[in-house]
């Protein structure tokens, strides 16, 4: 089996298992799946659950498509060759409750061929980063703990490198501030004279499998936590940044645009209700301003907030 069939079958399996676990922690709510294909070639599986009791909206999407790139992607991703195959599964979960943080997570391969139809790169992608609205540590220590734990065994720096680079990706540099309390996150995972293609296919199946007992866990523990009005609305100030980040610096997105991609499928990330204040500040002392002091770049495992 070849490395783009391996991870193929990864990711539509992993797509099984999750939109299973968030069913099992849910109010009763079900995915209802939608298939599509892409005029360029390839197609993908669109999953949706809204209206849920424990989650308004989330997506859980997979795709595997090929074809030309553009000559706009050609020069953002420097590469000269326009044959190219990508698969992936992508999620964002946006939970009803406003003490249930909102989750990301992406795994991704692409590979590029020259024109005899022989790969000529390839490359491994993605992660997964928390999006909390009130702030709980012990939320976010078993969240980091979960990810650093399957990334350990592949290299104790792996771990500490790529939380470094989710914090510096998932930010909001025209607000300057994170957009949640990070997670890992990495890209353009290739081979070298240390590492080869299935270190990194193993790696980053080892990440993916983590998400569901990094997450699940969260929401089961704070699912029925009472909440009031102005919570919601803080919710809805805070999806706003997300929001945002997602339309103005997400590169899965703007990969998605640029070829011609399922628009439904690339903005299932959005959530259903966001809203946006005039020069909203939290009032000082509040669990809302300390939300914003928790959204500071800091190791969560050995020194959290």
Same mark, same amino acid.
């Given at each position: 089996?070849?490395?783009?069939?391996?991870?193929?079958?990864?990711?539509?399996?992993?797509?099984?298992?999750?939109?299973?676990?968030?069913?099992?922690?849910?109010?009763?709510?079900?995915?209802?799946?939608?298939?599509?294909?892409?005029?360029?070639?390839?197609?993908?599986?669109?999953?949706?659950?809204?209206?849920?009791?424990?989650?308004?909206?989330?997506?859980?999407?997979? $795709?595997?498509?090929?074809?030309?790139? #553009? +000559?706009?992607?050609?020069?953002?991703?420097?590469? %000269? =060759?326009?044959? *190219?195959?990508?698969?992936?599964?992508?999620?964002?979960?946006?939970?009803?409750?406003?003490?249930?943080?909102?989750?990301?997570?992406?795994?991704?391969?692409?590979?590029?061929?020259?024109?005899?139809?022989?790969?000529?790169?390839?490359?491994?992608?993605?992660?997964?980063?928390?999006?909390?609205?009130?702030?709980?540590?012990?939320?976010?220590?078993?969240?980091?703990?979960?990810?650093?734990?399957?990334?350990?065994?592949?290299?104790?720096?792996?771990?500490?490198?790529?939380?470094?680079?989710?914090?510096?990706?998932?930010?909001?540099?025209?607000?300057?501030?994170?957009?949640?309390?990070?997670?890992?996150?990495?890209?353009?995972?290739?081979?070298?004279?240390?590492?080869?293609?299935?270190?990194?296919?193993?790696?980053?199946? $080892?990440?993916?499998?983590?998400?569901? #007992? +990094?997450?699940?866990?969260?929401?089961?523990?704070? %699912? =029925?936590?009472? *909440?009031?009005?102005?919570?919601?609305?803080?919710?809805?100030?805070?999806?706003?940044?997300?929001?945002?980040?997602?339309?103005?610096?997400?590169?899965?997105?703007?990969?998605?645009?640029?070829?011609?991609?399922?628009?439904?499928?690339?903005?299932?990330?959005?959530?259903?209700?966001?809203?946006?204040?005039?020069?909203?500040?939290?009032?000082?002392?509040?669990?809302?301003?300390?939300?914003?002091?928790?959204?500071?770049?800091?190791?969560?495992?050995?020194?959290?907030?």
């Amino acid at each position: 089996m070849s490395i783009r069939e391996n991870f193929t079958l990864y990711i539509h399996q992993l797509q099984d298992q999750i939109c299973a676990a968030i069913e099992n922690a849910g109010g009763g709510g079900k995915f209802q799946e939608d298939k599509w294909e892409r005029p360029g070639g390839g197609g993908g599986k669109t999953r949706i659950i809204r209206g849920d009791e424990v989650f308004e909206k989330g997506g859980v999407n997979t $795709s595997v498509v090929h074809g030309k790139l #553009p +000559a706009s992607m050609q020069e953002r991703l420097g590469v %000269k =060759h326009e044959d *190219f195959f990508a698969c992936g599964i992508s999620l964002v979960i946006h939970p009803t409750n406003p003490h249930v943080p909102t989750v990301h997570a992406n795994f991704r391969f692409f590979e590029l061929y020259d024109d005899k139809g022989t790969a000529v790169d390839r490359w491994f992608g993605g992660g997964a980063d928390l999006t909390p609205y009130y702030y709980q540590q012990e939320d976010v220590v078993h969240f980091h703990k979960s990810l650093k734990a399957a990334a350990d065994p592949f290299g104790a720096e792996l771990y500490p490198l790529y939380k470094k680079e989710c914090d510096h990706y998932f930010f909001n540099t025209h607000r300057n501030e994170n957009r949640g309390v990070g997670g890992m996150f990495f890209d353009y995972l290739k081979a070298d004279d240390r590492r080869d293609d299935l270190f990194w296919l193993d790696f980053t199946k $080892s990440i993916g499998d983590a998400f569901v #007992p +990094a997450y699940i866990p969260i929401v089961e523990r704070r %699912k =029925h936590d009472a *909440f009031l009005e102005k919570h919601v609305e803080w919710q809805q100030i805070r999806r706003g940044r997300y929001v945002e980040f997602n339309l103005i610096h997400d590169r899965g997105t703007l990969f998605g645009l640029k070829t011609n991609g399922r628009i439904e499928s690339i903005l299932m990330s959005l959530p259903a209700l966001a809203r946006w204040e005039y020069d909203h500040q939290p009032q000082s002392g509040s669990d809302e301003a300390l939300l914003l002091e928790a959204l500071k770049h800091r190791d969560w495992i050995n020194d959290p907030l």
